[in-house]
Each structure stands twice: as C-alpha cells, then as structure tokens.
T-cell receptor, first 114, second 113 residues
C-alpha cells in the first residue's frame, strides 16, 4: 500500500546534539512538507519542497534543516540551534499540479529532550 | 493573509449525542479549498473531507455531515450520534492555489461512554 513512513516513532535528543527525522513516501508525490505540532496547538510549517533538490523555509524554519535529494525522501534535521525541540513532528506530501488535493500524512515522530 | 479559527478548544459529549465543530476561515482568494482532518490519539492526521469554494452543497457521509456557508466564511462539521471512537482532535484547514495549507488550532473532542 502507498503511504508515508516516518521514523523513528520516538526520538530523544541530548543537549547540543543534532538529530534527523526520516520521512519516506511511495505515493509518487512531488511536494513534501514538515510540520511541528505542540500540545494544544495546530500545525506549523517548518520546511517544504515542491521538487527534488529544491526546498523553501516555512514559518518556523530556524534551528531546522532539510534536504531533498530523492523524490521519495525528505529528511528533517533538528539542530542544536533549536532550543525547544520537544514536539510532535509530522511529514506530509501532496501531488503537485493538482489543485485542491488533500495532504497525506505520516504517523509522526515524537521528539523529546533528555 | 489566510487564517483558520476553531473557537472550541475542547468539547465533551456523552455517547449518542450530536456535536458540531465550528470552523471559520479568512481568505481573499475566490478559489480555495477547505478540509477537515481527524487526529486520533495515535497521532496521524486522517483526511475526512474536501470542499472547494464553488460548491456550497452540504455533504453527508454516514454519521458525519458538513455545512459550508460562504456568506459567513464557515465550514462546520457535525457528528450525529457520537461514539467513543470519535474521540480525537479535529483540524480544519484552508488551501488556495500557490499557497501553503493553513491549519486551525484544532478542537479536542471527547466522547464519554
């Protein structure tokens, strides 16, 4: 079945450490997104990519970095510059060029500070 | 700027009650799309429905129904005869061509047995 796979499900970060969250999709979607969700809040856009080798900052990109070397993969690195990384991270994808399509989401990664 | 407001932070109902989740949106675009997603405790967002700005017909799917009113910029979601399995956080979202999705803050629905 096609879908989006996020790993790991739970991740712990030590102070000063960079960690990378994986997002893989086999839906053949062009566009991919990373969101951050804090308790009681909606989704905030971190980064997005409309095409391979290209990505743009979202509303809260500081302290995060991404790459898009393959269509299927859009990993997110939470750097040590992100002082408050504890949150639930969701990856999504959507086919480009088709208006009004819903985003498909992965199961999320819950990141905590040790 | 685009914005989605879900004024109800949390709602609790007893099983079999009907419940309506409110969604109010703001956009200057004439063509846009509205969505509802369900986030169960497991965390993933599940797509429920999409509506485009030119289709104001209400929609019913089983116990779920949606009321889209452009005059009041609202896209409300009603669950009839609620069940415990309906307990989740529900998000309303807005998308226009060339724009990123904008999500509301979500409404946490608790259905008590």
């Amino acid at each position: 079945d096609g879908g989006i796979t996020q790993s790991p499900k739970y991740l712990f970060r030590k102070e000063g450490q960079n960690v990378t969250l994986s997002c893989e999709q086999n839906l053949n979607h062009d566009a991919m997104y990373w969101y951050r969700q804090d308790p009681g809040q909606g989704l905030r856009l971190i980064y997005y990519s409309q095409i391979v080798n290209d990505f743009q900052k979202g509303d809260i990109a500081e302290g995060y970095s991404v790459s898009r070397e393959k269509k299927e993969s859009f990993p997110l690195t939470v750097t040590s510059a992100q002082k408050n990384p504890t949150a639930f991270y969701l990856c999504a994808s959507i086919p480009s060029g088709e208006r009004g399509q819903p985003q498909h989401f992965g199961d999320g990664t819950r990141l905590s500070i040790l | 700027a685009q914005k989605v407001t879900q004024a109800q932070t949390e709602i609790s109902v007893v099983e079999k009650e009907d419940v309506t989740l409110d969604c109010v949106y703001e956009t200057r675009d004439t063509t846009y799309y509205l969505f509802w997603y369900k986030q169960p405790p497991s965390g993933e967002l599940v797509f429920l429905i999409r509506r485009n700005s030119f289709d104001e017909q209400n929609e019913i799917s089983g116990r779920y129904s949606w009321n889209f009113q452009k005059s009041t910029s609202s896209f409300n979601f009603t669950i009839t005869a609620s069940q415990v399995v309906d307990s989740a956080v529900y998000f309303c979202a807005l998308n226009s061509y060339g724009q990123n999705f904008v999500f509301g803050p979500g409404t946490r629905l608790s259905v008590l047995p």
